[in-house]
């Protein structure tokens, strides 16, 4: 049995990949759905049908203020979460 240190290296080393590493490509995948955070909340609520629940609609809004997120991009659509509520 090796000692520590030497055992630790040699994990190290099986993790590792041998030879020249390329970037590829550099880029950003954005779907074409975006909503502005102020709105996605409204969003959402409207779509699930649950609009009348008011305090968690608060709740939301006061979340969306706090996070500081702009923007949120989606790739489903309002058509596609209608015809299958249960993903939303």
């Known amino acids: 049995m090796g000692s520590i240190p030497a055992i630790v290296h040699e994990i190290r080393c099986t993790q590792r ?11 950003t995948a ?7 955070q102020e709105d996605y ?7 699930t049908k649950s609009e009348h629940l ?9 979340l969306s203020e706090k996070c500081g997120t702009k923007k949120r991009f989606f ?14």
């Open 41 to 47: 909340f409204d969003f959402y609520l409207r779509v």
């Open 17 to 27: 990949a041998h030879g020249p590493a390329a970037v590829l490509a550099i880029g």
């Open 75 to 88: 790739h489903h659509t309002e058509d596609l979460l209608r015809a299958h509520p249960e993903n939303s």
């Open 30 to 36: 954005n779907p074409k759905n975006c909503f502005l």
């Open 54 to 62: 008011t305090d968690v609609k608060h709740k939301l809004r006061t």
